[in-house]
């Protein structure tokens, strides 16, 4: 063979190997990264979203609760498809943040890690959550977990706390009963409890309740519409006008004295044994990025309740007990003030 065709030919055969030894790498790096992450049914999840690139602005707007109950900016036009649906719920609710993309993917990992321990109802451990961060992002740990569980508790309204210090493990708690761990259905879906902590952070705003158009307008901006399957909610007036109702979450009923009938939300008797306007607010306040001190008017409502619930249990204590307890005191977890 010519000098000039054997060279061809042995460069042709080491570019052939090169190629195949770099496929062979990227094959072993997809391998390991399959073997830790969650099962695909999390990994479907748009975490992502909460994520921008450098480029983005900080501190985008964000639907929520709170400003709907003043305004509504969503357009009339409603994306189509599931993916349109999943980026506008998730954009409506968390702000965004300018984080390289290598520590958004991070955050993502172990927010679908955190949820499909959930669901599974399997203990979390920290041990098991670092093994999911990159050495070179170890000392940002705290970080990520930090940014993970605000971001399930905005979006599901699951609470991260430490569980057994010893084992360092940790829980996701729902702030509200729902049945079958919040998805109000048994096997079906992942928990509701963030759009019913939303439909009743409304209701509060609106003064205590909510007409079916100001609750629907809220909901549209968060990517949800009578009528469409949600990936997350499933069939949302179902869930919200006769699930919700007859859990007792909600109270749906006519207004007085209109024709054609139209329809209002309250609070249900489990809502208010549940939780409180204290804790609404503060999950309303958190949604905005600010305290709940920033609604005045809300803010000595649920201060009012406060000590409402208070004088409540004091009357139920046995004599002797309430004796002793002495004034009726509580202490708001926000603003750490004792109010009397």
């Known amino acids: ?91 409506t609710l968390i702000p965004t943040h300018s984080l390289d993309r290598e520590l958004c993917g991070m955050i993502v990992l172990l927010e679908q890690f955190l949820l499909y321990k959930y669901k599974m109802k399997q203990p979390i451990f920290r041990a098991d959550m670092l093994k999911l961060i990159k050495r070179s992002h170890l000392h940002k740990f705290d970080e990520i977990l930090k940014k993970a569980s605000e971001h399930i508790d905005i979006v599901f309204a699951l609470e991260m706390k430490e569980g057994d210090s010893a084992f360092r493990s940790y829980d996701l708690v729902s702030k509200l009963k729902l049945p079958n761990n919040g998805r109000v259905r048994p096997g079906r879906g992942l928990p509701k409890t963030g759009l019913v902590m939303n439909i009743l952070g409304m209701i509060f705003m609106k003064g205590n309740r909510a ?10 901006m968060m990517g949800v519409y009578a ?25 749906y009923q006519q207004v007085p004295d209109t024709d054609p009938a139209r329809y209002e939300f309250l609070w249900g008797p489990k809502a208010h044994a549940e939780t409180s306007k204290m804790k609404v607010l503060e999950f309303v306040a958190k949604i905005n990025d600010t305290v709940p001190a920033a609604f005045p008017s809300q803010y000595e409502d649920a201060l009012r309740d406060e000590e409402e619930r208070a004088r409540t249990k004091h009357a139920a204590m046995p004599s002797n007990v309430a004796r002793a307890s002495g004034a009726l005191k509580f202490r708001c977890s926000v603003c750490s003030s004792t109010h009397s």
């Open 1 to 91: 063979m010519p000098r000039g065709q054997k060279s061809r030919h042995h460069g042709r055969a080491k570019r052939r190997h090169d190629q195949n030894k770099a496929q062979s790498c990227r094959d072993g790096q997809q391998t390991a990264t399959a073997a830790e992450a969650p099962p695909p049914s999390l990994q479907s999840l748009p975490v992502a979203e909460s994520c921008s690139t450098p480029q983005e602005p900080q501190g985008a707007a964000h639907a929520t609760a709170a400003s709907a109950a003043d305004s509504y900016t969503a357009s009339g036009n409603n994306p189509t498809g599931q993916d349109k649906e999943r980026k506008s719920t998730y954009n």
């Open 227 to 251: 009528g469409r399957k949600h990936f997350i909610y499933g069939e949302p007036r179902k869930l919200i006008t006769r699930d919700l109702v007859r859990l007792q979450y909600l109270e």
């Open 211 to 220: 007409t079916e158009e100001d609750v629907w307008k809220l909901l549209s």
